[in-house]
């Protein structure tokens, strides 16, 4: 229960939504996800977990230190914020046709891998429910803009709980998601990211920010 006006927070992260929406191509990626989550939301928040959900990537030929990069960030993030737990999905890849953009002759598809990550959505959505049921926190906070997760929180809501949404990047923020969200919050500056970085070198251990990245 709510006491002294502080709210017990949980964060549940999609992290692959929040990668893809703020981060993929910003000096950003040494994230720290407790700061970031302190600057955004108001002081009487007291967050006691932050839910990270993503799956492990591959190197490819022109990256072979991607994979080695994610792990490093994991440790990083599990050794330097306690109130951190990762949860793993998957990665799924299917051949299949897909349109040419510019077809010639007779040729109009052509043969391609797939690759989607599956799981953390769900993941997510598990957890976020059943830590309202099991009366985790008095608030919620879902940093996604990821419609799938609308029945959930929906479903949250319906249990008197406070909800909070942070989207990240600079795309509409989702209806569906809108309409449960009690607050809205965006990641659309640089400032807040810069601002919540890890330490270079993780304090007594070896783990640093990649020289690369």
Request: charged content about 25%; hydrophobic content about 35%.
């Given at each position: ?39 955004l ?32 960030y ?49 993941n ?12 985790e ?6 940093v ?22 942070i ?32 330490p ?7 783990l ?6």
């Open positions: 229960m709510e006491s002294n006006g502080q709210l017990r927070t949980y964060v549940y992260v999609d992290g692959f939504n929040l990668y893809y929406g703020c981060l993929k191509d910003s000096p950003y990626k040494w994230l720290d996800l407790k700061q970031l989550f302190t600057h939301l108001k002081p009487n928040h007291q967050i006691l977990r932050i839910k990270y959900f993503t799956a492990m990537v591959s190197s490819l030929p022109n990256d072979p230190q991607k994979a080695a990069r994610q792990e490093v994991l440790r990083a993030l599990r050794t330097y914020i306690p109130e951190i737990e990762v949860y793993l999905g998957h990665f799924l890849s299917n051949p299949v046709l897909a349109p040419l953009t510019n077809p010639r002759g007779r040729e109009r598809y052509a043969k391609v891998v797939r690759t989607v990550e599956k799981g953390s959505d769900v997510l959505a598990v957890h976020l429910l059943n830590d309202a049921w099991l009366d926190y008095d608030c919620a906070v879902v996604s803009n990821d419609s799938d997760l609308a029945e959930s929180m929906r479903l949250v809501k319906s249990r008197s709980k406070m909800l909070g949404l989207t990240p990047g600079k795309r509409r923020t989702s209806r569906q998601l809108r309409s449960y969200a009690m607050f809205i919050k965006s990641i659309r500056s640089g400032r807040v990211l810069g601002a919540s970085q890890l270079d070198l993780i304090p007594g251990t070896r640093h920010k990649p020289a690369v990245w």
